[in-house]
């Protein structure tokens, strides 16, 4: 299977209350803004800069992959780091 990655798109960068945010379509985990001034497009550049990817291959086609999803599709057999263990490494 071949796997795509792109850097998601603008129109994925929703607000909730006000921050800016962005949800993986995978797990459903979202990733925040905790300042109200954060502007969507630095919000963008920031989840690309960590890995959020838009994943396609011939089997699936998903616009919004946090980074722990990415590198699960990536190493199918490899377990997800732990949020407090990530960020030993
Ligand atoms: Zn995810």
Redesign the pocket.
Known sequence: MSLLTSPIKFEHITKEHGFVQVQ??????IERATRLDTHPMSWLYAANHIGWRHVASEAFDIDV??????SLFNNPRQKPYKPAMRNAI
């Open positions: 993986c379509q995978c797990c459903q985990v992959v946090c980074p722990d999803c990415v």
